[in-house]
């Protein structure tokens, strides 16, 4: 029962365009999100998060778009340079003390040059 | 920065074997989390810590057990290794909010 689902294993891109990676979740409780990047040999890093009471949070090239009623959130990232080439998962939490982490399956996104 | 260190980057081991996989942590952070990934399956929780000597099963404990006796060390033990624990596994810890990964260690089993 997957919890945490993004539908597109895989996306290419063209530098300095916009890269949107999408993320549903099933669990209405969830109400902490983030998103991780992954490079090949790497653990995971932290990117960016949002709050429930938030719809949108940004940090540079990097905003996340939280649409509660529909269960979905969104990775934006423009302009989009070859080194965000990555494997990006989606997680959410119930609550952010709780701290056990759902995570999405990933999505690799390809920038070429 | 906190600093997660997996023991072993990459790992062989034979089926049947016992495996431990080590992971430290320096920032005095109380939870601590085992992950796989493999592809097209994301990352799977196998087990999680909130405390010394404390553990809580995740989505997938079948075929390991872990040991969490210092606050910093938390252990991953696979009893008896098989083919499909083949994978990349993965170790987080965090006081609250987001986790600070390893490197991952990747294992083999043949």
């Known amino acids: 029962d997957q919890q945490v689902k993004q539908n597109s294993p895989s996306l290419s891109v063209q530098e300095g365009r916009i890269s949107i990676l999408n993320c549903d979740y099933t669990n209405s409780m969830f109400d902490y999100f983030l998103w991780y990047k992954k490079y090949p040999a790497e653990g995971p890093t932290f990117l960016i998060s949002?709050?429930?009471?938030?719809d949108k949070n940004e940090d540079g090239r990097f905003t996340v778009f939280l649409n509660k009623s529909a269960k979905h959130l969104s990775l934006h990232i423009v302009p989009s340079q070859p080194g965000d080439s990555a494997v990006y998962f989606c997680?959410?939490?119930?609550?952010?003390?709780?701290?056990?982490?759902?995570f999405g399956t990933g999505t690799l996104l390809a920038v070429q040059p | 920065d906190v600093k997660v260190t997996q023991s072993s980057r990459y790992l062989v081991k034979r089926t049947g074997e016992k495996v431990f996989l080590e992971c430290v942590q320096d920032m005095d952070h109380e939870n601590m989390f085992w992950y796989r990934q493999d592809p097209g399956l994301g990352l799977r929780l196998i087990y999680f810590?909130?405390?010394?000597?404390?553990?809580e099963k995740g989505d997938i404990p079948e075929g390991y057990s872990v040991s969490r006796e210092k606050k910093e060390r938390f252990s991953l033990i696979l009893e008896s290794a098989s083919t499909n624990q083949t994978s990349m596994y993965l170790c987080a810890s965090s006081r609250r909010g987001g986790y600070t990964f390893g490197s991952g260690t990747r294992l083999t089993v043949v």
């Open positions: 949002i709050s429930s009471i938030k």
């Open positions: 997680a959410a939490s119930k609550g952010r003390a709780t701290n056990k982490l759902i």
């Open positions: 810590s909130y405390d010394v000597k404390m553990k």
